[in-house]
């Protein structure tokens, strides 16, 4: 079955530290994840879109990562300020085909703290 | 350029009634796709439209349905309103199909039924 799971399902941090987002997927064929930022009652912002041939993606604070053998993906945030407090959702796309959908995780509800 | 915009914001409706929302994509977006997002049950994709023609469904009873117009613009309405169909709804364009490439949401519609 086609699952993506994150994890934790909340964190707390101090202002100015770091944290990582943790994705894992069983999604099967592959072809690309996706982060996603979400404020309290706004929509979903794009964070990184990532294929299976690439590692690495940042987007300025934001680095994610992915290793297609191991089926995981972790969102690495630098220097983190209170605008970082939302939910980071992790999404997966299985083929370009349309008669797949794409399979959502359940989210990380991040919380900075002055 | 003009993001994807939602309309309405917020709307509270009764039992039994039925709701109409609305989606403009960005210009030059050719698919509109509609998700629900509770806190119980996350982002939960809806039904996906790319050039007037729905390319795929999620599971969801028939009182969900939706259309998209010539200019890209889409509607979906829910009849027989049920409580638990108290929800934000969320949609997305993108240039090509979801499952490609990134989506830009817009800032949903708050749904409440009483």
């Known amino acids: 079955k086609n699952q993506v799971e994150q994890s934790p399902q909340s964190l707390i941090i101090l202002e100015g530290k770091n944290c990582t987002l943790q994705c894992n997927y069983t999604v099967s064929p592959f072809s690309n994840l996706r982060w996603y930022k979400q404020d309290t009652g706004r929509g979903p912002v794009s964070l990184t879109i990532m294929t299976f041939s690439e590692n690495t993606k940042s987007n300025r604070r934001y680095t994610a990562t992915l290793d297609a053998d191991t089926k995981q993906s972790s969102l690495h945030i630098t220097a983190s300020q209170l605008s970082d407090s939302a939910s980071y959702i992790c999404v997966v796309s299985p083929n370009w085909d349309s008669s797949y959908k794409l399979i959502f995780g359940s989210g990380t509800r991040l919380l900075v703290r002055p | 350029k003009a993001g994807v915009t939602q309309t309405p914001r917020y709307l509270i409706k009764t039992r039994g009634q039925q709701v109409t929302l609305s989606c403009s994509p960005i210009s030059g977006h050719r698919s509109v796709s509609w998700y629900q997002q509770t806190p119980g049950q996350g982002l939960q994709f809806l039904f996906e439209?790319?050039?007037?023609?729905?390319?795929n469904k999620g599971n969801f009873p028939g009182r969900f349905s939706g259309r998209q117009f010539s200019n890209s613009r889409s509607e979906m309405n829910v009849s027989t309103l049920e409580l638990g169909d108290s929800a934000l709804y969320l949609c997305?364009?993108?240039?090509?199909?979801?499952?490609?490439?990134?989506?830009?949401f817009g800032e949903g519609s708050r749904l409440t039924v009483l």
């Open positions: 997305a364009s993108s240039l090509g199909l979801a499952v490609t490439g990134e989506l830009f």
């Open positions: 439209y790319f050039s007037e023609t729905q390319r």
